[in-house]
């Protein structure tokens, strides 16, 4: 039988450099890169994630990816699990505004995304890669058992972002976030510090097979205030102030709204990304083809790394091209408003008037009053200034 996860909670200031229970060491060994026999290299299965403290949740990922970035640094390119650590002294990198521009050139070796996406809705194909067909075991980091079904956390080769890492489906399914994937994320970033994004096919995601990005970090958009945005599909949802483009923020207890809200958008062929924080989902629609100016301000397709406020090249020329005016302007064409029929109301529903994102800009407020801005704070995932029940079933209280 393998061994369970039961962590015991640490106390005191959270470090990086807290002791892992015995079971979990016994993890890191299973995982480590340099192991020649990969005959045994299942790690336990992880039953109970949210019972366990934030803390050490945090600690067990945080030395699972340390110790796999320190020991690929001794193997030779080929062999490594994870080529390199993002935030070190080989990375260039300043803040424009809300967003973040890097130069980190080392991300110019991953394979290139394929060209062929036209349908949000491809089915899975399993002739092609998929991450059961991971060559080295030693990439699962662990298993776990969450409220949609079986994951493994997997290394990710090329990351972008502090402790960056993959939450992947055990089963093989393609990349179409469902609500049990919403519900699977929402109760695995509720345990930690950490985010998740997703990239929707078409939408800058090149596996097709369910997985999102954990990062340790919050990104810069979760640094934004909110403020009151429109009704969607009857709930009131928030936006980042400042933001140029069109996001859709709600509390996790709101969950159920977003998962409708992809139903649509996935009906709709409208590619999509998402960025989950401990308490908020953050819900990015695409434009149905992605416009040519684009590439003309910036290499890279925008995906979920850039609306979340990171933008990544690989030379000086491009890094200084960058400005925070062209980020603007790539956050704002590379998003759209969502299905227009989740934003009609019930006067415009027998109309058929339907009133956009901009348009609903500080109406469709409960009792008519405005809501007042929350300011973002690292701790409760974009809130400060408001305070919020964090849990399962949370309430926002506006004060």
Not at 171 to 180: E, H, I
Not at 321 to 343: G, Y
Request: charged share 20%; with cysteine; proline share 9%.
């Amino acid at each position: 039988m393998l061994p369970s996860y039961t962590p015991q909670d640490t106390e005191g200031t959270l470090s990086r450099a807290n002791t892992l229970p015995e079971e979990l060491n016994t993890l890191h060994q299973q995982a480590s890169p340099t192991k020649t026999d990969t005959s045994n290299t299942t790690p336990p299965v992880i039953h109970n994630w949210t019972a366990n403290s934030v803390q050490s949740n945090n600690a067990f990922l945080r030395q699972a990816y340390q110790h796999l970035v320190k020991e690929s640094k001794l193997l030779p390119d080929e062999s490594r699990l994870v080529m390199y650590e993002a935030c070190d002294d080989h990375e260039i990198v300043s803040y424009l505004g809300s967003f973040r521009r890097r130069i980190d050139a080392r991300r110019n070796t991953k394979p290139k995304k394929p060209d062929s996406q036209n349908i949000v809705c491809t089915p899975f194909d399993p002739s092609t890669f998929n991450f059961t067909k991971i060559k080295n075991p030693a990439e699962c980091i662990a298993k776990l058992m969450l409220i949609g079904g079986p994951y493994s956390i997997l290394s990710n080769k090329f990351p972008l972002f502090p402790g960056h890492m993959l939450l992947v489906s055990d089963r093989l399914v393609p990349q179409q976030m469902t609500a049990n994937h919403l519900a699977s994320l929402a109760e695995f970033v509720s345990a930690t510090s950490f985010c998740a994004y997703f990239n929707s096919w078409c939408a800058s995601a090149s596996v097709n097979h369910f997985h999102a990005h954990l990062i340790d970090e919050f990104p810069p958009v979760t640094s934004l205030p909110l403020e009151a945005g429109p009704l969607v599909g009857g709930k009131q949802s928030l936006r980042p102030v400042g933001f140029t483009g069109f996001c859709y923020v709600f509390p996790r207890s709101d969950i159920a709204t977003v998962a409708d809200a992809v139903d649509a958008m996935k009906a709709d062929n409208q590619p999509h990304n998402l960025l989950l924080t401990p308490s908020l989902v953050y819900l990015f629609p695409k434009p149905h083809s992605r416009p040519t100016r684009s590439f003309n301000l910036y290499p890279e397709t925008v995906g979920g790394p850039e609306l979340i406020g990171s933008f990544t090249v690989y030379n000086d020329q491009d890094y200084h091209a960058l400005s925070s005016a062209s980020m603007d302007e790539l956050v704002k064409m590379n998003t759209a408003p969502c299905p227009t029929r989740l934003l009609i109301g019930t006067s415009e529903a027998t109309s058929g008037k339907a009133r956009d994102d901009l348009e609903l800009r500080g109406t469709n407020l409960p009792n008519g009053k405005p809501l007042p801005l929350i300011r973002s704070s690292r701790s409760m995932g974009g809130i400060k200034g408001a305070r919020m029940l964090v849990s399962h079933n949370m309430v926002p209280t506006f004060c």
